[in-house]
């Protein structure tokens, strides 16, 4: 069993920067995947980015690729998203999730475990 609390969100105004975090307690953190997924008023839950276990494989959203950071630092057992040139189109409760296998996917239904969420919102 893996808990996660993600802290970091706030109110930025556009090209501005945050940093998410994602800290998980419970055992194998360390061989979990990770995954960070953004869900807008009334529409679906997305994905924006992925880490392996090892944090030597990284994926992303189109949508957020040349911006947007994911890492994991885990003695820490924690995992970060470092947003930067925000718009207000990121506007969004972020999730972190962790998928038991270590493999990274994009589909949030494999992914095991969930945090409760940080708003993020990006004014014009």
């Known amino acids: 069993q893996v808990q996660l609390v993600e802290s970091g969100g706030g109110l930025v105004q556009a090209g501005g920067s945050l940093r998410l975090s994602c800290a998980a307690s419970?055992?194998?953190?360390?061989?979990?995947?990770m995954g960070w997924f953004r869900q807008a008023p009334g529409k679906e839950r997305e994905f924006v980015a992925s880490?392996?276990?090892?944090?030597?494989?990284?994926h992303y959203a189109d949508s957020v690729k040349g911006r947007f950071t994911i890492s994991r630092d885990n003695p820490k057992n924690t995992v970060y998203l470092q947003m930067n040139s925000l718009k207000p189109e990121d506007t969004a409760a972020y999730y972190c999730?962790?998928?038991?296998?270590?493999?990274?996917?994009?589909?949030?239904?494999?992914?095991?475990?969930w945090g409760q969420g940080t708003q993020v919102t990006v004014s014009s």
């Open positions: 419970g055992r194998g953190f360390r061989s979990y995947a």
């Open positions: 999730a962790a998928e038991s296998t270590g493999r990274e996917t994009a589909h949030k239904d494999d992914y095991d475990y």
């Open positions: 880490i392996r276990w090892s944090g030597g494989s990284t």
